[in-house]
């Protein structure tokens, strides 16, 4: 069946630090794929999507790149802020059925000023 | 902006009481998914919903039940809370159709059963 493997973490950075938050999944067929965004006491955001290979969702800052051979959605940040502070969730969704997304356990990033 | 409701942030309860919860999207959305959310174990899905009056079990429906009377309201209910139902609650809705199923999701019901 579809997976999705993202590490727990946490992972602790100083602000201004590049992010990298790895995410890899198996799946059936053309999956999209989703990161979200989860702040402390709140439900999850969607943060960006990519539905083909190769295509690049990017918003706030965060970039991630479909990457078919790799079977990868790697979520970056060039710079990060102490309010990127959250958890994020790598999603995918091959369409199978309607149970909808995925998703991967998240990973826990904690930034220091 | 999709907006996803649920009637508590914050409930308390007592075992063997039923729980109510509630959760209103206002976008038109099919489907609506039920989480709960335990630390180191992520996201697991108890019941989803494609239609009105439809649902299907997801990973871990043992101990709960669902009622979708209307499209836009999906209740997911407790009949007999325990101590293990202890937990983050969150609800979540989507398009039916390919390529736009990303889920949209309320702010979560933090549930302590005492």
């Known amino acids: 069946g579809d997976s999705v493997t993202q590490m727990e973490g946490p992972v602790t950075l100083s602000e201004e630090a590049f992010l990298t938050i790895n995410c890899t999944y198996t799946?059936?067929?053309?999956?999209?794929l989703f990161w979200y965004v989860q702040y402390p006491g709140e439900g999850l955001q969607l943060l960006l999507k990519a539905t083909k290979a190769d295509d690049k969702g990017s918003n706030k800052g965060f970039e991630a790149t479909y990457r078919k051979e790799t079977t990868s959605f790697h979520l970056e940040k060039g710079s990060v802020q102490v309010s990127d502070s959250a958890v994020y969730f790598c999603?995918?969704?091959?369409?199978?059925?309607?149970?909808?997304?995925?998703f991967g356990k998240g990973t826990h990033l904690i930034i220091q000023p | 902006d999709v907006k996803v409701t649920q009637s508590s942030r914050y409930l308390v309860k007592r075992t063997g009481e039923k729980v109510f919860l509630e959760c209103v999207q206002d976008?038109?959305?099919?489907?609506m998914f039920w989480y709960r959310q335990d630390p180191g174990l992520g996201l697991r899905l108890i019941y989803f919903s494609y239609d009105v009056k439809m649902k299907e079990k997801g990973d871990i429906p043992e101990g709960y039940s669902v009622s979708r009377e209307k499209k836009e309201r999906f209740s997911l209910i407790l009949e007999s809370a325990s101590t293990n139902q202890t937990s983050m609650y969150l609800c979540?809705?989507?398009?039916?159709?390919?390529?736009?199923?990303?889920?949209?999701f309320g702010p979560g019901t933090r549930l302590t059963v005492l």
């Open positions: 999603a995918l969704d091959s369409g199978g059925g309607a149970d909808g997304l995925t």
């Open positions: 799946a059936t067929g053309y999956p999209s």
């Open positions: 979540a809705s989507s398009f039916h159709f390919l390529g736009a199923r990303e889920q949209f």
């Open positions: 976008m038109d959305h099919e489907n």
